[in-house]
């Protein structure tokens, strides 16, 4: 029956306990050596008193306390240098990505430029090429339209009043007409030798009876430097009536 109360007492023991019974055990040490010291020592101490040991469960909780407040400190620590470490990475991170996407944004431009550049060179070589291919059709449009005019008088004041229009020189077909029939008869070889003119070395030629020096004045550009060639000589005849008379229709005698 002993026994068993020797050990529930044992188990009943709780680390306070032990910790109590430790303290006193070795006051009780302290106390027995000082009662060791031999008779005739002198010593001014006869006998050790005991105190009494206190033990509180407040230090140990201010021990635990502290111990928890270190490792909450460096767990907070930790965790502000793996939030910081996480900050830089991601700003590396956004950095890296802003860069790649500058590098994309700019090459995404060189490459639309180029292609803007390609278009536009490509536009002006269809521009070049369709105005070559207009310029090619009006030349084979002039040609296969070239006119042409009958020879004899008909055909010879018509050519002339065409060439007259491209130079600004006025005057009618039945201007140069009636004109023709006065001075030649329409003959373009008809020649006076009896007036004073050709008393003068210089007689009138042609449809219209033109003197050397009137010719080569009011020659028209374009046409023959002959007095005899009917086109030529009709038209340096109305250049020299639109200077003189305003108009080869406002010539009605010699002129």
Known sequence: MLKNTKNRLSRTLTNRHKIAIAGVGTLG??????????????????EAPTAKVAYSNEQIKDVKGNV????????????????????????????????????????????????????????????????????????????????????????WIREALDIMKKHDIPGTYNGLHKNIIRESSGNPNAINNWDINAQNGVPSIGLLQVIKPTFDAYHVPGTAWSQYDPVANLTAAANYAADRYGSIDNVNSAY
């Open 29 to 46: 040490a302290a106390a027995l050596a000082l009662s060791a010291v031999p008779g005739n020592a002198q010593t001014t101490t006869a």
């Open 68 to 155: 928890t407040d270190q490792l909450a400190s460096a767990s907070v620590k930790a965790e502000e240098i793996a939030a910081k470490k996480a900050q830089e990475a991601a700003a590396k991170k956004k950095a890296a990505d802003a860069a790649a996407k500058k590098k994309a944004a700019d090459a995404a431009a060189k490459k639309k430029a180029a292609a803007e550049a390609a278009k536009k060179k490509a536009e002006a070589a269809r521009k070049a090429k369709e105005a070559a291919s207009r310029s090619a059709k009006r030349v084979q449009v002039k040609q296969v339209a070239a006119k042409t005019y009958a020879n004899n008088l008909d055909g």
